[in-house]
């Protein structure tokens, strides 16, 4: 799953850069197209996406276990009925987009509003698409096939590569005046992309032998029971969808480019997420919906310490690297074709200080999976409604005290402040259910993690002052070089250090991924 998700990542990686290249980053155009993308994430999410997790996923692995069919066929009423939702909420959005797009942006200029509610009304249909591609995941996941959903997004970047140096090849504009066939281009391009990650999970559930199949009465899935769920978990998905619009908001004062540069920042810093805790919460929340399941809660706590210390190990240190490599990575990674110098290295300083975020956000999120596999939503949405709020004070804060073109770096700061609190919340919590959360191990580990990536970033820190002459190389060249060779003296710096501290999270990790080789 690490595997398929990092090259799903790469390729979306690559999307942005290309994407970036062609519309120009720091152009109007780029924010404009990036605002209306966004808005059937943020739309799906607050229907469905925040149930997939919380409620969909333990559901689904107590009628796997409990249904003499195995839970066929309440999984595919329950697919039907995320297909009708979803069906009538993409005619509402696409109805209600210019005050969507109000919402999210205020500071577009009129030409950007009207340019912005065209791309989403070609947008819209992906929150279907993506709602039945989640779906179809989920009931893969509790039969124990992981492997299609996570590379199924790599069809989605591939296209919008595509698209992406097509446009750049016949000559697209960067300004928000666009012809007919360059924006169905990107339109209907890149809304093509997130049909074809649907394909490829739907295909991907017929060929394991689970019959698809529609039914126009979805009761019998205690539907009742789900819409209690359900209640506190839209108050969490729309918690957390008031902190991203606060956030978009705020980006959106601090000029052209602006919300490219924290969606941008935001993208790169969810990567090593999504590549490290998405493939451990996944691979565990039916195990812990398991465990809970059958009262098993010392099971339960065990997996999530486990989770936790394996996660910290692998993201202190790309927190470490985030901090002091924020702007050479913005710099290699953005500054090329039609890109602003100044929106680059905006984009790097937010990157930066997104690594104060990362570690407390992950733990968060892992530690929020034991409340879900308790199905216990409503404690989960209290404590994220709390995130929320600090979040949003956050933001509210930075766009009181900062210039205008440094409100977007107080973006990342305002996250860190609130997942850190968010973090402090759920484990109480987890602590009065579960009786223990496996504390001193935990602490033990962070203290060792904490030397251990101080090291490294010291490492990583002379090496960059070692090569200090190379910034005199073009900009692009220079941030390469003293960025890899600080990366790679912050590693072996970082791995000594967890050798000395005798670290066995990280040693059961490099063991597990280089087999047969004595690496400790």
Known sequence: MAVATLASRAAGFVRIVVLAAALGLGTRLLDTYN????????????????????????????????????????????????????????????????????????????????????????????????????????????????????????????????????????????????????????????TGGVLAQ???????????????????????????????????????VVTTQILVAAATRAASWSGPGGITAYQNANAIYHVPFAVIAVSVMTAMLPRLSQYAARGEHQRVVTGLSRAVRTALVVMAPIAAAFVLLGPRIAIVLFDHGNSSAATVRVLGLVLAAYGLALVPFTSYMILQRGLYALQDTRTSALITAVVAGVGVAGCAVAGWLLPAEDIVIGIPIAYAVAYTTGLGLTAVVLRRRLGYIDGKRLART???VFIATLSGALC?????????????????????????????????????????LHLAELRHLLNAALPGIRTW
């Not at 002052?465 to 070089?481: F, H, K, N, T, V």
């Open 35 to 190: 605002i209306a993308n966004t808005l059937p994430n943020a739309v799906y999410e607050l229907i469905v996406g925040g149930t997939m997790a919380s409620i969909v996923v333990p559901l689904l692995t107590r009628a796997a276990l409990n249904e003499p069919d195995g839970g066929v066929l309440y999984a595919q009423r329950l697919l039907s009925l995320i297909i009708y939702v979803l069906s009538v909420i993409t005619v509402l959005a696409i109805a209600a987009a210019p005050l969507l797009i109000d919402l999210y942006a205020p500071g577009f200029t009129t030409e950007q509003r009207g340019l912005a509610i065209v791309f989403s009304r070609y947008f819209f249909p992906q929150i279907l698409f993506y709602g039945i591609s989640a779906t179809a995941a989920a009931i893969l996941n509790i039969r124990g096939r992981f492997g299609a959903p996570a590379w199924a997004p790599l069809c989605n970047s591939i296209i919008v590569i595509a698209v992406g140096l097509t446009y750049a090849a016949v000559g697209g504009s960067t300004t928000t005046t666009l012809d007919t066939d360059h924006l169905l281009l990107l339109s209907l391009g890149t």
């Open 198 to 236: 649907m394909a490829l999970v739907v295909w991907a559930l017929r060929r394991a032998g689970f019959p698809i199949r529609l039914h126009p009465d979805p009761r019998g899935i205690a539907i009742r029971r789900i819409g209690r769920l359900g209640v506190w978990v839209l108050l969490s």
């Open 446 to 448: 962070h203290v060792r």
């Open 460 to 500: 990583a820190w002379l090496a960059i002052w070692m090569l200090a002459p190379a910034a005199d190389s073009p900009a692009w060249r220079g941030a390469l070089i003293t960025g890899v060779a600080a990366a790679l003296a912050g590693g072996v710096g970082y791995l000594a250090a967890g050798r000395l």
